[in-house]
């Protein structure tokens, strides 16, 4: 955990701020429990602190708190003209939502992010002076004092075959999202609860209003195949067959092929069966896990050779 009284506080579980040379990458981990506090400043990044280029690959991040007496908190921070990728993860129940500002760029792929709180923004995203491509995720059941989804402040959140529904904000126009600046675009293929803006026309897009909301019908986050936790599409889902033809991924995040019928919206491809051998989902560590730094902290390159040996590991690290 990362505590401070009078300064922020970065990072609960990782905290890499290198320079723009080096690179982070996070494959098949679980971090949980992880936290940042400060009393009289912000707090950024409960789980992940990021000022440089960083993947998270396969991997989980649930049950981190970002406590800020002054200044933003979040679970998930990555800043400074640096670029991020999340592919076929889950970001699920942390006090704190993933932001992203500062002319960064992220990538988010086949990835589940769900009941996340986030008291100043967005509870799944938040952006602000950046560029963010969501193509083939699920954001459901968070909530947010400005949005429930995303939050845009500025900058620009391209959405591309997503579920962005079921989430509650301070209104019930402000469920799925808010854009107080820059856009929100429509890639396609989405599948929107609530927009009683307008923003999403794509003809191959779904949305419905705050009087008659749709509902994606998922069923609750589970292990549902895979090395992470899913909402499965429910039989009779209208997000079934709607995902569109536009960046299709070839599997969705449990690995399962996307070849039933037509993409589904959403990280799940309803009908699709798991390949043998991807082990369990919840990651508890083992020779799978893997953490490794271009040039960063030591302790996470002594992680990543613990994993290399077969040692049983999660990244939490408490004060």
């Known amino acids: 955990s990362s505590t401070s009284s009078d300064d922020s506080a970065f990072g609960g579980a990782i905290n890499f701020a290198p320079s723009s ?22 707090a950024l990044g409960a789980a992940i602190n990021c000022g440089g280029v960083i993947e998270v690959k396969e991997s989980t991040i649930s049950g981190s708190t970002a406590t800020s007496g002054s200044g933003g908190a979040d679970t998930f921070h ?4 640096s670029t991020l990728l999340i592919e076929r993860s889950t970001i699920s ?45 699920t954001i459901t059941l968070n909530n947010g004092g400005n ?44 599948f929107v609860g609530v927009d009683d803006v307008s923003n999403f026309t794509n003809m191959a897009t779904q949305a419905g209003s705050s009087g008659t909301p749709l509902n994606p019908m ?22 079934i067959d709607m995902g569109g033809s536009t ?6 995040q449990r690995n399962a092929p996307r070849t039933v019928g037509s993409a589904d919206a959403g ?12 082990g369990s989902a919840g990651g508890e560590g083992d020779s799978r896990c893997t953490v490794s730094a ?21 990244l939490r690290r408490t004060a």
């Open 267 to 278: 990280a799940y491809e309803f009908g699709a069966s798991v390949p043998s051998g991807q």
């Open 218 to 239: 998922l069923g609750a986050l589970a292990d549902n195949g895979g090395l992470t936790f899913t909402h499965a599409l429910l039989t009779g889902s209208s997000a």
């Open 147 to 190: 949005a429930g989804g995303i939050n845009v402040g500025s900058g620009i959140v391209t959405l591309i075959g997503t579920i962005l529904a079921g989430n509650t904000g301070p209104s019930a126009a402000t469920a799925d999202f808010l854009v107080s600046g820059g856009t929100l675009a429509d890639g396609g293929g989405n």
């Open 78 to 81: 990555h800043e400074n003209s």
């Open 247 to 252: 960046a299709v991924p070839s599997v969705d």
């Open 93 to 137: 129940g942390n006090t704190g939502g993933l932001t992203i500002v500062s002319s960064s760029s992220a990538s988010i792929i086949n990835s589940t992010i769900s009941g996340n709180t986030e008291p100043n923004g967005g509870g799944g995203i938040t952006a602000d002076s950046a560029s963010v491509s969501v193509t083939f995720c």
């Open 21 to 42: 040379t080096q690179q982070l990458t996070v494959t098949r981990s679980v971090l949980t429990g992880s936290s940042a506090t400060s009393t009289n400043a912000e």
């Open 294 to 314: 271009s040039g960063g902290n030591i302790w996470l390159m002594l992680l990543a050779l613990m994993a290399l040996a077969g040692v049983a590991t999660r």
